[in-house]
């Protein structure tokens, strides 16, 4: 499962790219509600990220984390996607997508376990 290697390490690149945006180019232009916003979606996106990594690393003798990889890659997307464009939008209505990106997440650590187990 090499994909999950590289995609870890592309949204490892990315989560840091976008935290040096939000704290240089951002700061002046949101308020602190929404710079908090985007922070979130940085640090989860970084977490998981990680756990991409992991899951690459683990593969070959779990070959079922492949699901896990999935969600963890859906959840990357959707919530920190999510709140990226909320911050950066203001549409409120993206806050009600946000938790699907977390169930998927949460998929992906029972799904982790479940392989592992």
């Known amino acids: 499962m090499k994909w999950t290697l590289v995609a870890g390490g592309v949204f490892g690149f990315l989560s840091v790219a976008l935290g040096a945006f939000a704290a240089h180019a951002l700061k002046a232009r949101l308020d602190e509600y929404s710079l ?3 922070r979130t979606g940085v640090e989860y996106q970084f977490f998981h990220a990680l756990a991409l990594i992991l899951v690459g690393g ?3 003798r779990y070959p079922q984390l492949k699901t896990s990889a999935v969600s963890f890659t859906v959840g990357i997307v959707v919530f920190s ?3 990226y464009a909320l ?3 203001g549409a409120k209505w993206l806050g009600a997508v946000t938790p699907l990106g977390g169930v998927a997440f949460l998929i992906g650590w029972g799904l982790f376990v479940k392989a592992i187990l």
């Open 36 to 38: 908090d916003v985007f």
């Open 81 to 83: 996607g999510s709140l």
């Open 58 to 60: 683990l593969s070959e």
């Open 87 to 89: 911050a950066l939008t």
